[in-house]
């Protein structure tokens, strides 16, 4: 059997855990290293928006694909200093999105055309609001325990302060403060990504 | 007097049951600022009321990295891992790096009477049978025991896991998974030491050699790294 002591020295595998900022400035001036990081950082969330909007897993792989190889290609219009990185690749995943549900729609028009089946499944636009909730979910997953389980079981599972302390077997009194720091951690998190709770 | 401290203010946005001071009132009243940051907090609680489970994220597998890569000709092979390992939320690549002594693979094989629980609710649906199992003993000087569950049911990959006789805990319970190689970690969650719980596992994960499954005790201290204060553990088959 092991001992405790024989696990471990534990630390972040994060490469010196860049700030946000030193990411967006090493991504704008070409490192590739920073490239990886901001894939690690957020493609989740690309993947995610992508999977939510088009329905199909294909589809999102390569949309999450073309993102991360158009933001590269045109990080030189990528200005850190008056944007956020975030934002600008939630931005250029919409626009992808976009692209990709209108190819749908004129391969259906084309069906259409040779079928004569009725054009009445339109491209959606993507939606604010889903984009938002996955942003959301995103910095909710980026907080530590037990931050981000209590999060989750509010947001999640609806459930009450009280459920929470007795299920994790916390403190009442430390719940509430892990859910209004966490909310206000959110908050600021969405204002730089999304520019505000309801959106930009 | 000053604008309400952002407790306050998260306080107030999320109704909890806390009334204000007179003064605190007559500043809410007056002031906009303060009542356009609770607005926006308000918005934000009601946006997360709307998560969904399905809006948890789904991480694009390795090979998408791979492809961005290829089409550029980058140098910067590093893989990139994906980025969520879940339990009630999915959580960011935050692997933790340990140095395990070699010998940690080798836990888990001790033999004994064992009755852990499972999740109850669990219990009413037929599950997948697991595709592998172990025991979870207690470390020297530690009590508690239980079994963990490696169960594959269609694309998704899950821990399964009931303890027994965790002691009250100062601070919570969190389930790891651990590399075989002695120097990578990865948090599945808080672990509820009283139901124990089913925490969602990214695929090919033990194929990779995080087989070794400990629950350590964590101070409440705001620290994301294992505390070193394992209680029980035991070892995934291949």
């Known amino acids: 059997m092991v001992s405790a002591d024989r696990v471990l020295r534990v630390r972040p595998v994060e490469p010196g855990d860049l700030s946000a900022a030193e990411v967006a400035a090493g991504f704008a001036a070409g490192h590739e290293e920073a490239l990886a990081e901001v894939y690690r950082r957020w493609s989740a969330l690309v993947h995610g928006i992508a999977l939510k909007m088009l329905g199909d897993r294909a589809d999102a792989e390569d949309v999450t694909q073309q993102v991360f190889v158009s933001a590269w290609r045109g990080r030189s219009t990528f200005d850190p200093t008056t944007g956020s990185l975030p934002a600008w690749l939630v931005g250029i995943t919409k626009h992808r999105i976009a692209d990709r549900l209108a190819a749908r729609s004129r391969d259906q028009r084309t069906l259409a055309a040779v079928g004569g089946i009725r054009e009445d499944m339109r491209a959606a636009p993507t939606d604010d609001r889903v984009v938002d909730r996955l942003v959301l979910a995103d910095e909710i997953s980026r907080l530590d325990d037990p931050r981000r389980t209590i999060l989750g079981l509010v947001f999640y599972e609806d459930q009450t302060y009280a459920q929470i302390a007795e299920r994790l077997n916390l403190p009442l009194g430390t719940v509430k403060s892990h859910v209004r720091r966490g909310l206000l951690h959110l908050r600021d998190r969405l204002r730089e990504v999304t520019g505000g709770p309801s959106g930009s | ?238």
């Open chain 2, 1 to 238: 007097m000053d604008h309400l401290d952002p407790e306050q203010l998260a306080r107030y946005a999320l109704g909890d049951d806390v009334p204000l001071g007179t003064d605190e009132q007559a500043h809410l009243a007056a002031c906009d600022t303060c009542r356009t940051e609770i607005e926006e907090l308000r918005q934000l609680a009601d946006l997360g009321h709307e998560l969904r489970p399905d809006d948890r994220l789904d991480p694009a597998p390795p090979q998408v990295w791979d492809r961005v890569v290829d089409e550029l000709g980058l140098r910067e092979r590093e893989p990139a891992p994906s980025s969520q390992y879940g339990g009630v939320a999915p959580r960011r690549d935050r692997r933790r790096l340990v140095f395990v002594g070699a010998v940690a693979a080798a836990v888990g094989l001790i033999a004994g009477a064992l009755g852990a629980r499972v999740l109850s609710s669990d219990e009413i649906a037929p599950q997948p049978q697991p595709v592998a199992t172990t025991r979870l003993d207690p470390l020297e000087g530690k009590t508690g025991d239980g079994v963990a569950d490696l169960i594959k049911s269609g694309g998704n990959t899950e821990l399964r896991v009931g303890v027994n006789g965790l002691p009250a805990p100062q601070g919570f319970y969190e389930l790891w998974l651990i590399n075989t190689d002695g120097e990578r970690m990865v948090s599945l969650g808080v672990l509820d030491p009283t139901t124990g719980g089913t925490f969602a596992v990214p695929p090919n994960l033990t194929s990779q050699g995080y087989r070794i499954v400990d629950v350590s005790l964590e101070p409440d201290d705001g620290k994301p790294e294992h505390s070193r204060d394992s209680v029980i553990r035991g070892t995934l088959p291949t």
